[in-house]
């Protein structure tokens, strides 16, 4: 056996998809045996997990439990269907959610091949982007971002190279993605607009040859350059029918594309006919766009975006080598004396689109700068790192490992700034600390009214959240700032315990260039939690149980007075 084939297959011949999605998905359910078995955690809690638990009760695609954001369905559908075979369980909706993962890492890997071609770069591409700490800690919970992301990925392994395209197949994954989360439209959409300024650009002669047909390609051989530039120069000077043929190919795939926004416009339809709101709740609406244009905070969160995708949680390493190599070395040629493949100009001018349109519109929409919005652009940018380690220096392999170690350390050291635990394994020790709170007041002050905020609210009032099997009675916050304090400081009679924890992770010793100040707090939700200590002195209880983990922490506040008993007929929520 050729030991070379088999590491580096052929573009034309590679590994079988079916031999490489069992082991991607064995090392993902290996990585992530510890955290098959946690409760929900944050969003997952607040929405996606309700929406689907609605559906599976009751078939009804609106949420009953929680406020409809009008999130299209087909997350909710897929868990819904696994719950159906094997139960209502966490570990059965974080297997399910692995497997999706999984499908986006194959995706990843036939995207690789068919841009490349190189074995060991699809290889590391997929290796990276299964340890960098976004894509991990997402790959087990229930987002709908991870499945928008397996789809969008497969997309564009139909919609991105310069030969072989599919655009049918891709336009199919593309609408699957916008029914996963309605974010993910604007993929084809950029695809879409790209397409539409080259057939103009064809039309003139600028970019004729530039889409040659697959048979034409093929008749120019495996490296066709002469043939290739003859070709242009036929179409640019005399108009060749290729030219027309381009065109038409090109505002065909464009037409294609925008398709697929027609099933998630069905959806919003079918929505507002059932809730009267197009695009969800006015308060969620409010907060995820209409209160976002003002140009000040659509500037900071684009800073924001281009560090999320350049320097976030150790991805400097890869981007930054990646940018040295290119600014410092030249292509090096294979060990037959060609150039080593890499990723063609049109492709690479896509994926620059997609980055570039992903960026700005996240710094439009969503309130919150969650780093998961952006979950398929990460992959893209890592295989044009391993490219450019592959084609420029000689010790790439270097390059790759050392990204990876940084990755392996992004997930258990947190970054010296303000980030969401879900952006590495933070999530757990936090999804940990609120197991064990919820099980102190259970052990001392069963039957109590409870405040707290949000996500300890739906914690503490809904079973299926996997943190308890009685509800208590709840009088919520928004979080515990002083503000919070002074507000549940006038309404003592409406709780008998608090459960506190920290809702904003704040390191303690902050780089100083990297600390938040007063642009973060007015655009970006940030607050400043006190401390349980304090909490407790301010509404004149005393703090008797304490726990802290990674800068994260939770305290139980019992107060001098009766518990109130829970009402029989649920969990209360108070103070909304």
């Known amino acids: 056996m050729n030991l070379r084939r088999l590491i580096e297959p052929r573009r034309d011949a590679p590994l079988p998809l079916w031999m490489i999605f069992p082991v991607v998905f064995s090392a993902l359910y290996a990585s992530h045996f510890t955290l098959l078995r946690l409760p929900y955690y944050w969003d997952e809690a607040g929405y996606y997990i309700p929406a689907a638990w609605d559906f599976f009760r009751t078939g009804s695609l609106i949420p009953q439990t929680t406020l409809t954001n009008a999130h299209p369905p087909l997350p909710s559908i897929y868990l819904a269907l696994w719950w159906k075979l094997s139960g209502f369980h966490p570990a059965v909706t974080r297997e399910a959610v692995l497997m999706v993962a999984s499908l986006g890492l ?29 894509w991990f800690a997402q790959s087990s919970l229930a987002h709908a971002d991870i499945f928008a992301a397996a ?24 609408a699957a993605a916008a029914l996963c989360k309605e974010t993910a439209i604007a993929v084809p959409l950029t695809l879409a607009l790209v397409d539409g300024v080259e057939a103009v650009r064809t039309k003139f002669g600028m970019g004729a040859g530039s889409h040659l047909s697959d048979k034409e390609l093929q008749e120019a051989g495996p490296s066709p350059p002469l043939k290739y530039a003859s070709l242009r120069m036929t179409t640019a000077r005399v108009g060749h029918p290729l030219t027309l043929g381009s065109r038409a190919k090109l505002l065909e795939e464009a037409a294609l594309f925008v398709a697929c926004a027609l099933p998630l416009c069905c959806w919003y339809a079918w929505h507002y006919a059932k809730t009267g709101f197009l695009f969800g709740n006015p308060e969620y609406l409010r907060y995820n766009a209409e209160a976002n244009f003002d140009l000040v905070r659509i500037a900071a969160a684009l800073g924001h975006r281009v560090l999320h995708l350049t320097a976030h949680i150790n991805m400097f390493v890869p981007v930054g080598t990646m940018a040295a190599a290119l600014l410092l070395l030249q292509p090096r040629p294979d060990a037959e004396g060609h150039e080593r493949a890499g990723i063609g100009k049109g492709a690479a001018l896509r994926i620059l689109a997609l980055l570039s349109v992903n960026a700005v519109l996240f710094s439009v929409l969503g309130g919150a700068l969650l780093t998961r919005y952006l979950l398929p652009m990460y992959p893209l940018v890592l295989l044009g790192a391993v490219t450019t380690f592959y084609r420029r220096v000689p010790l790439w392999l270097g390059m790759a490992v050392l990204s990876a170690a940084a990755f392996v350390a992004g997930l258990f050291v947190n970054p010296p700034y303000g980030f969401a635990p879900e952006d590495n394994l933070a999530y757990a020790h936090v999804v940990r600390l609120h197991l064990a709170g919820i099980g102190q007041l259970k052990k001392q002050f069963p039957g109590s009214t409870v405040l707290t905020a949000w996500p300890m609210s739906d914690e503490l009032t809904k079973p299926e959240l996997g943190y308890l099997k009685e509800p208590f009675a709840v009088y919520r916050l928004e979080d515990f700032s002083e503000a919070q304090i002074a507000r549940a400081a006038q309404e003592p009679e409406e709780y008998s315990t608090a459960l506190v924890f920290s809702t904003k ?18 655009y970006f939700g ?28 939770v ?5 001098n007075r009766a518990m109130d008993a829970k009402v029989d007929g649920g969990p209360v929520v108070k103070g909304e």
């Open 106 to 134: 194959l995706g990843v890997w036939r995207l690789a091949m068919r841009l490349v071609g190189v074995g060991a770069v699809a290889f590391w591409a997929v290796v990276l982007t299964g340890l960098y700490p976004i």
């Open 505 to 522: 992770d704040e390191p303690k010793r902050p780089l100083p260039w990297l600390t938040s100040g007063w642009m973060e707090e007015r």
């Open 555 to 559: 305290g139980l506040i019992r107060f």
């Open 151 to 174: 789809c969008t990925l497969w997309g564009l392994v139909y919609a991105l190279p310069e030969r072989g395209r599919r655009p049918w197949v891709a336009a199919a994954w593309f």
């Open 526 to 553: 940030l607050h400043h939690d006190l401390e349980p200590e304090t909490i407790a002195r301010q509404l004149g209880g005393a703090l008797v149980w304490k726990k802290e983990d990674q800068g994260e922490w």
